[in-house]
């Protein structure tokens, strides 16, 4: 039973590179959601999506897209990275949003030089 | 918007004693949840408890219990019995609409043996 499966675990990228973060989840979960962790501010909602086909703008968007053609994945791209992107990015997933818990991937940590 | 403040960087307690973790917040909306996820140096995120904004009794899960006053907008998580593999990052967050959270700072809990 594999959960929330998150790919890679750490990438060190160049600034202006680009790349694709994937989140996989096995729960026929609808909720999917996207977040960075950066020290002294806890986690900060990017987007999430309440089923397949649809993304929204969470709490810090800005130089974020995402995309969930299906279901079971969610990924995350950064089109030209900074360093201002450095963080652990977290995918999570729910079955109903609101009154159902979120289960949590392991993280990726990411690294703009 | 809502804001969600844990004012202790840093805890420490002993071995079989008690510590209680603060947090406080600020919403206009009457629909919400709470909760408490600890992280552990695995960067795992786990979900402590939980209370519904409508349910005036309080969370309990066996040694973390949390004392919420609505009127206050205050949730702290109280931990009895401390012991060694409750050494991690706590932290308090408000969920809403979607499921979408908004977390505090976190604070870092040592028990010591």
């Known amino acids: 039973n594999a959960g929330v499966t998150q790919t890679p675990k750490f990438r060190v990228l160049k600034t202006g590179q680009s790349m694709t973060l994937l989140c996989a989840q096995d729960m026929n979960h609808e909720y999917m959601y996207w977040y960075r962790q950066d020290p002294g501010m806890g986690l900060r909602l990017i987007h999430y999506?309440?089923?397949?086909?649809?993304?929204a703008k969470g709490e810090v968007p800005d130089g974020y897209n995402v995309s969930r053609l299906k279901k079971q994945n969610f990924l995350l791209g950064l089109e030209s990275a900074a360093p201002s992107q450095t963080s652990v990015y977290f995918c999570?997933?729910?079955?109903?949003?609101?009154?159902?818990?979120?289960?949590f991937g392991n993280g990726t940590r990411l690294t703009v030089t | 918007a809502q804001t969600v403040t844990q004012s202790q960087p840093e805890m420490s307690v002993q071995e079989a004693e008690t510590v209680t973790l603060s947090c406080t917040y600020d919403?206009?909306?009457?629909?919400?949840?709470l909760f408490w996820y600890k992280q552990p140096p695995s960067r795992q995120m786990i979900l402590v408890i939980r209370q519904e904004a409508y349910k005036q009794q309080n969370a309990t899960e066996n040694r973390f219990s949390v004392n919420f006053q609505k009127a206050a907008k205050s949730f702290s998580l109280k931990i009895s019995d401390s012991q060694l593999g409750d050494t991690a990052m706590y932290f308090c967050?408000?969920?809403?609409?979607?499921?979408?959270?908004?977390f505090g700072q976190g604070t870092i809990l040592t028990v010591h043996p």
């Open positions: 999570a997933s729910s079955i109903s949003g609101l009154n159902s818990p979120l289960h």
């Open positions: 999506s309440v089923g397949e086909g649809t993304t």
């Open positions: 919403t206009s909306e009457n629909n919400y949840y």
């Open positions: 967050a408000f969920g809403t609409s979607y499921g979408k959270l908004t």
